[in-house]
């Protein structure tokens, strides 16, 4: 099975902090994925990473950035933590191949509180 | 641009009756479709997908969904319901060739009472 994680479940931080994010997966996928998910709007993506070192923005980039030097893992980076960033954030991950088809496998998230 | 429609913030149904939940899309081309479930303070969890050929396609924990090109849709069903199934349910949407990027729907909450 694959298996995605989320170094935390619950985080509390406060405004202007910089707020890390990691994800880890298991399975070798090229691909990786930065959600935050909000009552009502579903999942939007944040970042889109599809090899190391290699990254492309997603529909809500503002006020974040994403770092990816092992394929393994994937961090979200809040420079300045806001009070209208508290969501829960999804990390995925999926093979590669444009027209395959490919499902993304998701992480438990990490539910983030800005005070 | 790819988008998703889930027209019912929350559906309700009896235990044992069978149970939709609706997905309209909009995309150029050929689409991937895919259902995603989330049980309370958990990931979402991959149900089915459609890719190509056959319009019925069966996932697990007994759902299936139809692809309708002429509707652009792609419902959810399960013929019998269970308590169990009570969770937020979530469409998704990406074309052929539009490389890896999901667009996915604002979710549908479903609730089966026993």
């Known amino acids: 099975d694959v298996k995605v994680t989320q170094s935390s479940r619950y985080l509390v931080k406060r405004t202007g902090e910089k707020v890390f994010l990691e994800c880890v997966q298991d399975?070798?996928?090229?691909?990786m994925f930065w959600y935050r998910q909000d009552p009502g709007l579903g999942l939007r993506l944040i970042y889109f990473?599809?090899?190391?070192?290699?990254?492309e923005k997603g529909d809500i980039p503002e006020g974040y950035s994403v770092s990816r030097e092992k394929k393994e893992r994937f961090s979200l980076i809040l420079e300045s933590a806001s009070t209208n960033q508290t969501s829960m954030y999804l990390c995925?991950?999926?093979?590669?191949?444009?027209?395959?088809?490919?499902?993304?496998?998701f992480g438990p998230g990490t539910r983030l509180t800005v005070t | 641009a790819q988008s998703v429609a889930q027209p019912e913030d929350q559906v309700n149904v009896a235990e044992g009756n069978p149970l939709t939940v609706k997905c309209t899309y909009s995309?150029?081309?050929?689409?991937?479709l895919f259902w995603y479930v989330q049980y309370p303070n958990r990931g979402l969890q991959f149900l089915l997908k459609?890719?190509?050929?056959?319009?019925l396609v069966k996932g697990s924990y007994g759902f299936e969904a139809e692809f309708n090109k002429s509707q652009t849709s792609f419902h959810l069903k399960k013929p019998s319901a269970l308590v169990s199934d009570s969770a937020l349910y979530f469409c998704?949407?990406?074309?052929f060739g539009g490389g890896n990027m999901l667009t996915f729907g604002g979710g549908t909450r479903l609730m089966v009472k026993p």
């Open positions: 995925a991950s999926s093979l590669s191949g444009q027209g395959t088809g490919n499902e993304q496998y």
């Open positions: 995309v150029s081309g050929n689409p991937y």
């Open positions: 990473s599809y090899d190391v070192k290699m990254k």
């Open positions: 459609y890719i190509t050929g056959d319009n």
């Open positions: 998704a949407v990406r074309a």
């Open positions: 399975m070798d996928h090229e691909n």
